[in-house]
């Protein structure tokens, strides 16, 4: 599945939500349901900067694709991690680079994050990026 085709399928979940409480709870639930991360995986290494809470995400390479983990010690920054997961991962370095992720928009996340929230949010797509890179600058070394 694409980035878009994942980003589509978020989309979709929260059309039918028209009050933004039930969109944070839509949020919340994600980041609930989310697969938790080992406790020897939640290292100030693998911390996001620029996070009000904590946000934690791991990156692996497997096969030409990256796989990513995440997990945060907040329900809403949980949410969106997890939202980013399910988007990204699975993808090549090169589709994360070259991706727009207009579901931040579409599902009105943008507007309705407090500015610290939304540069959080930034910090976490941030890091996915780097390591994205950082995966394809080690293949193009081989």
């Not at 096969?63 to 991962?89: F, P, Q, R």
């Not at 699975?90 to 939304?118: A, C, M, V």
Request: aromatic share 8%; proline share 2%; hydrophobic share 35%.
């Amino acid at each position: 599945m694409t980035i878009n085709e994942k980003q589509d399928e978020i989309i979709a979940e929260f059309e039918f939500l028209d009050d933004w409480l039930d969109k944070y709870q839509q949020i919340i639930d994600k980041g609930q349901s989310g697969e938790k991360m080992q406790e020897t995986e939640k290292i100030p290494n693998n911390l996001i900067e620029g996070c009000q809470s904590k946000v934690w995400v791991t990156a692996e390479y497997k096969e030409g694709k990256v796989y990513y983990h995440g997990e945060s010690n907040t329900d809403i920054a949980g949410g969106i991690v997890v939202m980013l997961v399910e988007i990204l991962s699975g993808q090549t370095p090169d589709e994360i680079l070259n991706s727009e992720l207009y579901f931040i928009d579409r599902i009105g996340l943008k507007e309705h994050l407090s500015p610290t929230r939304s540069n959080g949010m930034l910090a976490m797509v941030k890091q996915m990026r780097l390591y994205a890179m950082a995966f394809k600058a080690k293949e193009e070394e081989k």
